[in-house]
């Protein structure tokens, strides 16, 4: 049986996909579908509820229209990168869209819901000021967190 540099290429590719660094397995009883280390970003200073408010009514999702029952009035929201989103669908048929992301800097870990795609240069996770806050960021600073360690589970 003869076999052709095709089957060989395409087999290469597949295992090279399965063996990315963004996928992991079982995390606390939930499969995480996602993860990664990206930069963090403050998307506007100041009280959260107004960004909150902003990333709800206007963010790619479409979260006040599509998900307005899915996602909790409490948590905080949160911009992904848009290299991160762009696989996933476009705007609110992204399958990412209200997931949950869990972040950590500095061994400190936070929830937020995906309401919105970061077109940013700096490919970093825009997010609300009570986000940046906790993570040992000060309001007002426009600096940018180097790594946020994040992963979202099914």
Same mark, same amino acid.
């Given at each position: 049986m003869q076999f052709t540099q095709l089957p060989l290429l395409a087999m290469t590719l597949a295992l090279t996909a399965l063996a990315s660094p963004l996928l992991a397995i079982d995390i606390a009883g939930r499969q995480t579908i996602l993860s990664g280390t990206n930069a963090g970003s403050i998307y506007m200073f100041g009280d959260p509820a107004t960004a909150r408010a902003l990333f709800w009514q206007y963010g790619s999702c479409g979260l006040s229209t599509?998900?307005?029952d899915d996602v909790s009035p409490d948590i905080p929201l949160v911009a992904m990168p848009s290299t991160i989103m762009? =696989?996933?669908g476009a705007s609110q048929h992204n399958t990412l869209c209200a997931k949950i992301v869990t972040m950590t800097v500095g061994g400190v870990t936070r929830q937020a819901a995906i309401a919105d795609t970061n077109v940013?240069?700096?490919? =970093?996770?825009?997010m609300t000021s009570d986000l940046w806050v906790a993570f040992g960021q000060q309001d007002g600073d426009g600096s940018i967190i180097p790594a946020v360690e994040w992963?979202?589970?099914?």
């Open positions: 599509f998900f307005a762009q =696989s996933y940013s240069d700096t490919h =970093s996770i825009d992963s979202i589970a099914a």
